[in-house]
């Protein structure tokens, strides 16, 4: 397979200025008419990206062009023109009933029921018709549909509407105009029979916004939720970043056959229905909460992906990183600062620190790729929202939003780099970010270690700081990053020390920054009285590891008395970490383990300690970022352990005290969304599980009441899991009741299939192969795939990495299924490989294999090949 490196990136040699575009919809057969304006850039002929689609006809200035006039190969079609300026016009067929990979226009849906709808992001607009598919081309787009009004009563496309109108035979067209020029991969269009409820809205800078969610009958009244958060998205970026919507309608539609969460469309939004609907009968707090997440996150790309958008595909996260970061902070301001923080924090371990410790480890910009699907990664998104959150630390609340004017303004209308938008940040502050950019370049987690050492007679303490990034793939040589280190100093007694570094007259506040931006620095702090306990990168300054020598005790003072809501539980995850090394290998033993258990224990008993941060407090890093502490990395010795712990700490608090929190929270129960509520839930869940550990058939029978009183889904699929967990011929009636409860709800089928997927041990590669023979399982939905497979293979430890290697050879098997129907799909999947170099030796073999034997295989798509090519190195 071909290889797209950034250092051959040159402009396009033709610009697109405005593209007309005919569609005459069908689900069999799909007929598109397009109208290119290009203007010469270079001297070269005109390129056209088409895949999948069959030219009809091909006019140059409206003469047919006859078959020696161009050259159709290899998805690229060739005309050679003397003209400056021409007019090129294509039409073209497509068959979007056919297409199960969901890329360019397809189905949603039944072909009696359904919809059909675009995904053009990265390279679907190939898929539809002959374009010049690349990011930097923008062009202005008009666009007719055409189609039977009984079968595709509503028709829409991104822009404002310009007519609508009836056809003979039972046909009718709408046509939209977008003033905005846009790339080919914002271009949408939708069409079918769906519902909507719609909102008039006024934008700071007095436009009328009409906002529509369009979905189909039988799951439009819930939409409400993603409404009010689509309201609250647009007002804050006006108060945020000054930025007002700038179409006269927004629409936003919901599917359930979508390869990834949701689609920023100029104008049309593309939801996976996952992300839109919430209803507290069918969705758990967590997925209120994406919802919020996703709609912000999809309309703030109205200005940081569209508007300003990228070059090339390299500078993905240009807008990704950029817009989870305003994401993020949208949900921090509507919801938990320190929450969303702990939040955020965990899934970057969780995902994009493996990532980037195994074999498919890439830069956040990436220097090449032969399959641009496959960098939609943690990496880009996750690690590329801490690095403009260092950016934006670095500046300065007024700082970064001046940077950020400076940037919309220059770039509007534009495709542009990595290097712009820093230089933005740095020309409106004065200032010079580019050593920032190294992040971009460098894959792998910089290890950061700091080691102290106190003089009591001079009352000074000295920290060191060093960094090293370990090689990673392809990239052996690390160079020194940029790191800010925030960070603060506590006495024996919890107190924070005013802090006055060396050299300086007077001492200052009680927090510090401190950039590392060599391999080592040492600062020296004066007037300390005895030797102090640090918080170091609070907030969790920068995207590294800390590796700092912590006694337990030390600990135990940052997690009772840091005021940094992050950083004390990061001080409960570091003392966990302890803690669960003393549980290993059977033992429960150690300062460590005592001091954890003792700490949460007195914090569980504090009335002041807030339920959410306790309810996060009692939960310890997952069995995938334990592996890291586990030198035989073997998942089922993983798991052993943090049971052990957790019943350590279990019985530590008593089953008197669990059983109580456990009353007084039932006692509470609602359905109600508020933050209290949610966080009521979110405890009474850890207590459960806790109680499980040491009152077994107390447990059981709470978990079963639970089940049946569950006023929403939060309560009943936390009660369903704990229940499974317990006793499994328990929980076999509660499943098939809310199997049967749930028929026809897709979504809640999903999370039916995803908590059996999930259920740890041998058994479960035997459940998921029964589940797998369920009425509702297709291979051919991705949401179902991801709930069951991708459930299965990435957060169930010890059920996949089985020792005789039988999950891996069954997972293989499927993904050559999946990778037929969608390739997109199978990629994402086969992720779950990434980390069998790091597993013990006898799985290890297995894994390797089986990956051996896949990659060798020729006939799979690009998008499995890269993926798997990549993982068996
Ligand atoms: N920008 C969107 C990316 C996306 C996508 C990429 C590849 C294939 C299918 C896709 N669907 C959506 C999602 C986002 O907002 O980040
Ligand atoms: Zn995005």
């Known amino acids: 397979t071909s290889v797209i490196r950034l250092a051959d990136y040159r402009p396009p040699a033709w610009a697109v200025e405005d593209v007309v575009l005919e569609f005459d919809l069908g689900i069999d057969h799909t007929e598109v008419t397009s109208r290119l304006t290009l203007v010469r850039q270079a001297d070269e002929p005109i390129r056209l990206n088409g895949e999948g689609i069959e030219l009809l006809e091909l006019t140059l200035d ?31 067929a497509v068959r979007p009933a056919e297409n199960t990979a969901f890329e360019g226009l397809y189905l949603s849906g039944s072909r009696d029921r359904g919809f059909l709808l675009t995904q053009c992001e990265a390279e679907g607009f190939r898929h539809i018709t002959y374009f010049p598919d690349r990011p930097d081309v923008l062009s202005k787009y008009t666009v007719t549909l055409r189609a039977d009004r009984q079968r595709f009563p509503v028709l829409l496309a991104g822009g404002n509407p310009d007519g609508t109108g009836d056809l003979a035979d039972g046909r009718h067209w709408a046509r939209f105009v977008d003033p905005h020029p846009k790339p080919s991969y914002l271009f949408a269009l939708v069409a079918g ?40 998205s647009m007002q804050w970026d006006e108060r945020t970043y000054g930025r007002n ?90 919801n938990s600062v320190s929450l969303k923080r702990i939040e955020d924090v965990a899934l970057l371990r969780r995902a994009q620190f493996p990532e980037d410790a195994g074999p498919l480890s890439h830069p956040v910009r990436p220097s090449q790729y032969s399959e641009i699907n496959n960098f939609y990664t943690a990496t880009v998104y996750e690690k590329g929202s801490e690095l403009v959150r260092m950016l934006a630390g670095h500046l ?85 990053l940029p790191i800010p280190v925030r960070l603060s100093l506590f006495d024996a007694s919890g107190k924070a020390l005013p802090l006055r570094l060396e050299g300086e007259a007077t001492a200052g506040a009680t927090e510090r920054t401190i950039v590392l931006d060599g391999a080592e620095r040492s600062i020296v702090f004066e007037d300390i009285a005895s030797a102090p306990v640090p918080s170091l990168l609070r907030g969790f300054s920068a995207p590294v590891i800390l590796e700092f020598d912590y006694a337990p005790e030390e600990l135990g003072v940052l997690l009772r008395h840091d005021p940094d809501g992050f950083n004390r539980w990061e001080a409960g995850q570091q003392l966990a970490g302890l803690a669960y090394d003393d549980c290993r290998d059977g033992k429960v033993d150690g300062a460590a383990i005592g001091a954890w258990t003792r700490a949460l224990a007195q914090l569980f008993g504090d009335p002041s300690v807030e339920d959410a941060l306790l309810a996060e407090l009692l939960t310890p890093p997952g069995e995938i970022e334990l592996v890291e502490r586990q030198p035989e990395r073997d998942p089922d ?34 359905a109600a969304l508020d933050a209290t509520s949610q966080a009521q839930r979110q405890l009474k869940r850890r207590v459960l599980d806790l109680l499980s550990l040491v009152d077994e058939a107390h447990a059981r029978e709470l978990a079963r009441a639970q089940y ?110 999946i990778d037929a129907l969608n390739p997109q799909v199978a990629a994402r999947v086969a992720t779950a490989f990434n980390g069998w170099k790091r597993l013990e030796p006898v799985r290890r073999e297995s894994a390797h294999a089986v990956v051996a034997e896949l990659a060798s295989r020729k006939d799979l798509s690009r998008d499995l090949t890269d993926i798997l090519a990549r993982v068996a190195l």
């Open 62 to 92: 409206g003469r047919p062009l006859g078959d020696g006039e161009y050259i159709l190969a290899n998805g690229v079609l060739e005309v050679a023109v003397d003209a400056d300026r021409c007019t090129l016009g294509a039409r073209v």
């Open 708 to 817: 049946d009183e569950a006023p929403g889904m939060t309560d009943r699929l936390a009660a369903l899991a704990t229940l499974a967990t317990v006793d499994p011929d328990a929980a076999t009636p509660a499943f098939a009741h809310f199997r049967h409860r749930y028929e026809g709800n897709a979504l809640a089928l999903d999370k039916w299939f995803a908590v059996q997927a999930q259920l740890p041990g041998e058994t479960a590669l035997g459940r998921i192969q029964s589940l797998e023979r369920d009425d509702a399982f297709t291979l051919k939905n991705p949401n179902r795939v991801q709930s069951l497979l991708g459930s299965f293979a990435r957060a169930n430890p010890s059920g996949f990495h089985r020792a005789d290697g039988a999950a891996y050879r069954w997972l293989a098997d499927r993904l050559v299924a």
């Open 396 to 480: 300065g609340r007024d700082g970064f939003r001046k940077g950020m004017d400076l940037y919309f303004d220059r770039h509007d209308g534009d495709a542009a780099t990595i290097e712009d938008f820093l230089k933005s940040l740095g020309d409106a502050n004065g200032t010079d970010l580019s050593a920032y950019l190294a992040w971009y370049g460098q894959a792998g987690t910089p290890r950061l270690t700091a080691e102290a050492r106190y003089d009591a007679t001079q009352s000074r303490y000295r920290l060191t700081l060093r960094q090293r990034t370990p090689a990673s793939a392809g990239q052996t040589v690390k160079h020194a």
């Open 245 to 334: 919507y700038d179409l006269d309608v927004f629409h936003v539609v919901a599917t359930h056959d979508f390869n990834m969460g949701a689609m920023e469309n100029k104008g049309l939004n593309i939801f996976n229905a996952k992300y839109l609907l919430a209803d507290p009968d069918s969705s758990t707090d967590d997925e209120y909460r994406h919802v919020e997440a996703v709609v912000a996150h999809e309309y703030f790309h109205n200005w940081s992906g569209n508007r300003v958008t990228c070059r090339d595909w390299f500078q993905l996260s240009l807008k990704e990183g950029l817009t989870v970061f305003r994401e993020q902070s949208f949900s921090a301001d509507m």
């Open 637 to 670: 010795r993983i798991r052993a352990s943090r049971q052990a712990m957790l019943r350590a700490l279990a019985s530590r608090i008593g089953v008197p005290a669990l059983r109580a929190r456990y009353e007084a929270l039932r006692a509470a129960t609602s």
């Open 193 to 232: 029979r769906l519902e909507r409820i719609s909102h008039d809205y006024t934008t700071a800078d007095g436009r009328a916004v009409a906002l529509h969610i369009w979905a189909e009958a039988d799951v439009i009244d819930r939409c409400d939720y993603a409404m009010d958060s689509l309201i609250r």
